[in-house]
Structure formats: C-alpha cells, structure tokens
C-alpha cells in the first residue's frame, strides 16, 4: 500500500478507488470537488507540492508540465490544430489530475480542487520553472496566500502540517 512518504503503487491504489466507486469513496469526491471551500490551510497545499517534487514519477509528470507551459508563456496559446498542440503533455496531466485527488484522500484532506489541483500544480511548476525558490521558502508561502487567497489560508493552530 503506498503511503505519503513512499508514493510506489499510488497509480494501482487510485485505480482501485475509481473502479470500486463505492459509497466512501463516492461521498469524498464529492464533498468538495470543484469547488472553492473550505479554505485550505497553506501547509496541507506546500506538503502536497513537497510530494509532488519529491517523486521520480510525478516530478517527471510536473517537469512535462512545466515545459508546456513556459512554450504556452512564450508563443501560445494555440489553435487546437496548431503543430505546438503535438507537445501538450496529456499523459502528465492525467496522472496529476489523478495524483492530487488520491492525495487529499491518503491524507485526509479535503480534496478542494483548486487549492491541490490548480494553485498546487501551477505553484509547483513554478518552482520548476526558477519563478519561485523552494517548497519550503517564504517566498512561496507568500505567494500561495496572495495569489490564491481564494482557496488558501494562513495555518491556524490545530492545522495539519
């Protein structure tokens, strides 16, 4: 069974979770899914980018990501005909889409989808990209609770870290 520090065998955990789609699994999804509340404490988001960059599998997923979206920077967008559209990294963003919400489940935070899947995702790119210096630097925290004060919170005593 993977675990949050050893993420091996996420893919068949998940897997296991969509194709059961049982009452439990049903009634986490859809708590809050694609929605903007609660408020997501900062550090659930920065624990969940610490993971993220910190395995072989989905770093390489991010870095996909993070090319795609330093082209689309530079000359995009793109018409959906485009010959740029041959790169858009799919693969990569199914398997975060994937990983974020089999994330919030083993950790037991509310799978809010845009503090994980949006303001996580896009903050991880950019540390990939250089825009930002490290997980764990103030200057990321900042960024998080500016940019994404919509869906995250400063940490209040009692949050999980």
């Not at 975060?96 to 919400?101: K, V």
């Given at each position: 069974m993977a675990s949050l520090e050893d993420i091996t065998g996420w893919r068949d955990e998940f897997n296991d979770l969509e194709e059961?789609?049982?009452?439990?699994?049903?009634?986490?999804?859809?708590?809050?899914?694609n929605k903007l509340?609660?408020?997501?404490?900062?550090?659930?988001?920065l624990h969940f980018i610490k993971v993220l960059l910190e395995n072989?599998?989905?770093?390489?997923?991010?870095?996909?990501?993070?090319?795609?979206?330093?082209l689309m920077d530079a000359s995009g967008p793109f018409e959906d005909d485009?010959?740029?559209?041959e790169l858009y990294p799919k693969a990569s963003v199914v398997l975060?889409?994937?990983?974020?919400?089999w994330f919030c489940w083993k950790a037991?935070?509310?799978p809010v989808s845009s503090a994980f899947q949006l303001a996580g995702i896009?903050?991880?790119?950019d540390?990939?990209?250089?825009?930002?210096?490290?997980?764990?630097?103030?200057?990321?925290r900042a960024f998080l609770l500016k940019e994404y004060a919509f869906t995250i919170r400063a940490d209040a005593e009692g949050d999980l870290a």
């Open positions: 059961r789609w049982d009452d439990e699994w049903v009634a986490y999804v859809d708590q809050f899914v509340e609660p408020l997501i404490p900062v550090s659930q988001v072989e599998e989905t770093l390489a997923a991010m870095t996909e990501i993070a090319k795609w979206e330093k485009a010959p740029e559209m975060t889409n994937d990983f974020w919400l037991g935070y509310p896009d903050t991880a790119s540390i990939i990209r250089g825009d930002l210096s490290g997980v764990q630097s103030p200057e990321t």
